[in-house]
Nanobody, 128 residues
Framework: QVVLVESGGGLVQVGGSLRLSCTFS????????IGWFRQAPGREREFVSA????????ASADSVKARFTISRDNAKNLVYLQMNSLKPEDTAVYYC?????????????????????WGQGTQDTVSK
């Protein structure tokens, strides 16, 4: 059983920074890609950023590519999302998700249907 817990969300002013953490509980963390998604009120859940099993490959949405950085620490079962230069449109609930990569299928980080486990989310609010 895999459990994901997000932390680090909160209220920040425009231009500020937040670092989200995704804590993975369970076996074989190093065999999972981890993605971050977000959902704002009244909008669909959207892809933010993802990192493959060993951190050698990452992907990010165009809207955050220059501002957000994803990283992982496989020794600590943690994935981080460093968010800088935050904008009001970054306000959302942020979710991390785990995608098993041990089956040899091609990794599609943007496809939320590929992810096997999801956290409960953490609220980030960027005030003007």
């Amino acid at each position: 059983q895999v459990v994901l817990v997000e932390s680090g969300g909160g209220l920040v002013q425009v231009g500020g920074s937040l670092r989200l953490s995704c804590t993975f509980s369970g076996r074989a963390f190093g065999m999972y890609a981890i993605g971050w998604f977000r959902q704002a009120p009244g909008r669909e859940r959207e892809f933010v950023s993802a990192i493959n099993w060993n951190g050698g490959s990452t992907a990010s949405a165009d809207s955050v590519k220059a501002r957000f950085t994803i990283s992982r620490d496989n020794a600590k079962n943690l994935v981080y999302l460093q968010m800088n230069s935050l904008k009001p449109e970054d306000t959302a609930v942020y979710y991390c998700a785990a995608d098993w990569q041990g089956d040899g299928t091609i990794w599609d980080p943007h496809n939320n249907a590929d992810y096997d486990f999801w956290g409960q989310g953490t609220q980030d609010t960027v005030s003007k």
